[in-house]
T-cell receptor, first 114, second 112 residues
């Protein structure tokens, strides 16, 4: 199994630009999570999906952030417009229903907004 | 606020020594998990302990859980330089299906 796949691995963009992060979960996993990690705030859960349906988006910072999961094998996290304070590492993770919620993380996307 | 809080924030030991870190949490849980993160990488699941378990082993890892004190500990025995990483506890609350809450992590440095 290839594990959770994220793209791009690094993204540098200018303030005001739209950013789209992509994630392919492990096949057969029912849950998909988007996290953001910074030195100041640690690891924050942004949103998670169960069977492609958003369950909890209370961690999404503001309306500039949106996430979709059009099918079981793909999800996107979009930031529009981006701001310097959005600079962070964004992780996608997936989890199978049958486990005790253990999560499998992707390698992350390092986003820098200048 | 973070559900899990690790202690200490940082730990520096020599190869061969044991490393112990603790995690405290606030609410009722279904299980507690420990993850490792190497610099610049994603988190890797290490071990899961359910609320009705008190101790669990996996290789050089030993985890304990005390639900009365709402605390857990992770012991890494005979540490190696490759154990250098940040370690996070994460709790699965009884009332939140699928969702984990992560602590701030303990940064462990193992010197040869």
């Amino acid at each position: 199994d290839a594990g959770v796949i994220q793209s791009p691995r690094h993204e540098v963009t200018e303030m005001g630009q739209e950013v789209t992060l992509r994630c392919k979960p492990i096949s057969g996993h029912d849950y998909l999570f988007w996290y953001r990690q910074t030195m100041m705030r640690g690891l924050e859960l942004l949103i998670y999906f169960n069977n492609n349906v958003p369950i909890d988006d209370s961690g999404m910072p503001e309306d500039r952030f949106s996430a979709k999961m059009p099918n079981a094998s793909f999800s996107t996290l979009k930031i529009q417009p981006s701001e310097p304070r959005d600079s962070a590492v964004y992780f996608c993770a997936s989890s199978p229903r049958t486990s005790g919620y253990e999560q499998y993380f992707g390698p992350g996307t390092r986003l820098t907004v200048t | 606020s973070q559900q899990g809080e690790e202690d200490p924030q940082a730990l520096s030991i020599q190869e061969g020594e044991n490393a112990t870190m603790n995690c405290s949490y606030k609410t009722s849980i279904n299980n507690l998990q420990w993850y490792r993160q190497n610099s610049g990488r994603g988190l890797v699941h290490l071990i899961l302990i359910r609320s009705n378990e008190r101790e669990k082993h996996s290789g050089r890892l030993r985890v304990t859980l005390d639900t009365s004190k709402k605390s857990s500990s992770l012991l890494i025995t005979a540490s190696r330089a490759a154990d250098t990483a940040s370690y996070f506890c994460a709790t699965a609350r009884s009332d939140s299906w699928g969702k984990l809450q992560f602590g701030a992590g303990t940064q462990v440095v193992v010197t040869p």
